[in-house]
């Protein structure tokens, strides 16, 4: 950790935060500076390429028990001058509709700096080379006049962030993620199937450089996704019933997301996301002793991981990056936290007596930080005391009949995070032990917990892979936030698979 004590944009971030009054409780400012990129080609044409640049800050104060926020890219005086009075000013609007104080919890303040370690800058590699990569896994898509779509698409992202606040911490960090990604369409008649690597919607993406595409290797995997869309069109519906079911990494990513994720976001179960995404089935008074998943399930908040989209050095807050258990051994052990949130919690749940996890971010420096998921993982399997360490092939041998399920297609789930139904691009029929006929549109369905309870296998740490998730909308007004989920496939007993009248 190299801390850049003369670095001209903390000096900038310290100037701005000295001229808040002292009289405030509690303030910070963060300078935000983003750059991206995006390619996409679609039918061997280029179809998009765009770059954009954006800075900006925000100033937060705690104010007479209430936050007053505001942002703005104008870094002159006067423009800081009007930025620090409007969130003087909504503190001072809040103050008659304030039910009880905003208390913060005592992290300790933070003096460091984090980057994300890559080995080739992907903004120094020329377009001339990425669209070359692009163009080819576009062309080697289209195996069959049946193909009626390729398409490949790229993307990277570099932010740099400043933090400074009245408690003392000083932070910089410059996060770099970048990503990759196929899909390919095939029609015949009123039948359309797609196929997607190395996942849908957007593909791949971690907290990497360039060397990710480069692994990927688009091209060399295209002929397969191109082969299995064709093939999609004339294979057997997946059948309904209740059945065992074998998840890919890529789609237990998705359900983490949504069935895990969401529903231990302190904010959602204390009701400040409910007129727009909801709330949770996971209240306060079952911390500890709900049984979310079975004695093998294990779930972490991990912003420390190598590559995930979840992964910093600090929160937007200024908590250090942090690996925590949200559920152990089945049980309900934690919430993602924020420094606001967690008084409340202490109320709610003596028995609850930890500060920040440190899971709060802003997707940009004109919005206000909230809890986002870091890196929420499902832990392998055969490590500390999870069981068996299977593979997938051992996993499928161990299988008298069931389905696989990979990538996915479609997803809907409820308010509270509690009943889902998802569909997957493809899936394979297993029957005594062995993968046999390919299956169009499957989907399966549950309940959290009793799927979770029903988990039985884990594959091992060697499938062990971070997913990343690009694409996570939460708040009003709309962010989206990047987020990574840990995964191996895994087997779930007797879930309600296909379209049945239950």
């Given amino acids: 950790m190299i801390v850049r004590y003369n670095d001209p944009m903390l000096k900038r971030a310290e100037h701005i935060l000295s001229l808040i009054p002292s009289s405030v409780t509690y303030a910070d400012v963060r300078i935000v500076e983003q750059e991206s990129e995006e390619i996409a080609t679609k039918d061997g044409v280029v179809e998009a390429l765009t770059s954009s640049t954006s800075s900006g800050y925000n100033v937060r104060i705690l104010k007479d028990g209430v936050w007053g926020f505001s942002a703005s890219y104008d870094m002159s005086k006067e423009g ?21 104080d905003v208390q913060l919890d005592n992290t300790k303040p933070v003096v460091g700096s984090y980057k994300t370690p890559i080995v080739e800058d992907p903004f120094a590699v020329s377009i001339e080379e990425k669209l070359k990569i692009l163009l080819e896994a576009d062309k080697a898509q ?17 932010e740099k962030k400043y933090f400074v606040a009245t408690n003392g911490s000083r932070i910089d960090q410059e996060i770099i993620w970048t990503g990759a990604g ?11 199937q797609n196929r997607s690597y190395p996942n849908s919607f957007r593909g791949q993406n971690q907290t990497r450089g360039f060397e990710l595409v480069r692994e990927l290797e688009l091209a060399k995997h295209a002929p397969r996704v191109g082969q299995e869309a064709v093939d999609l069109l004339t294979a057997d519906l997946c059948p309904s019933g209740e059945f065992d079911l074998i998840l890919d990494g890529n789609q237990l990513a998705l359900q983490i997301h949504e069935s895990c994720g969401h529903a231990v976001e302190l904010d959602r179960v204390l009701g400040y996301e409910a007129s727009y995404a ?19 399930v294990n779930l972490t908040a991990d912003a420390t991981i190598p590559g995930g989209l979840g992964t910093f050095g600090f929160d937007d807050e200024g908590v250090p990056a942090q ?9 309900f052990e934690d919430y993602i936290t924020s420094r606001d949130t967690i008084g409340k919690l202490h109320e709610i749940n003596p028995r609850y007596n930890k500060p920040s996890n440190g899971t709060v971010r802003a ?14 993982n499902l832990e392998p399997g055969g490590e500390e005391g999870t069981g068996k360490a299977w593979t997938l092939d051992s996993l499928i041998k161990d299988t008298e009949y069931g389905i696989l399920m990979s990538t996915n297609r479609s997803w809907s789930i409820d308010d509270k995070r509690y009943n889902f139904q998802f569909g997957t691009e493809i899936g394979w029929e297993i029957k005594n032990g062995k993968k046999g006929r390919m299956l169009k549109n499957p989907t399966y369905q549950g309940i959290t917990p009793s799927f979770w309870n029903s988990c039985d296998a884990i594959c091992g740490r060697n499938e062990w892979t971070v997913w990343g998730t690009p694409n996570c909308g939460k708040g009003q007004p709309s962010q989206v936030m990047y987020t990574g989920h840990g995964a191996s496939p895994a087997r779930f007993r007797k879930v309600k698979i296909g379209v049945v009248n239950w």
């Fill in 278 to 296: 909801g709330t949770s089935f996971l209240t306060p008074e079952k911390l500890f002793d709900f049984q979310y998943g079975s004695p093998i």
């Fill in 80 to 100: 800081v001058d009007t930025t620090i009075k409007k969130a003087l000013a909504i503190c001072e609007a809040s103050l008659p509709h304030k039910s009880k």
């Fill in 142 to 158: 289209r195996v069959s006049p049946n193909i009626a779509i390729s398409q490949a698409s790229y993307h990277a992202n570099r």
């Fill in 182 to 192: 196929i899909e390919t369409s095939a029609v015949e008649g009123a039948e359309f």
């Fill in 323 to 331: 690996r925590t258990y949200l559920v152990k051994k089945g049980k």
């Fill in 363 to 376: 997707s940009s420096w004109s919005r206000l930080p909230m809890i986002r998921m870091t890196n929420i």
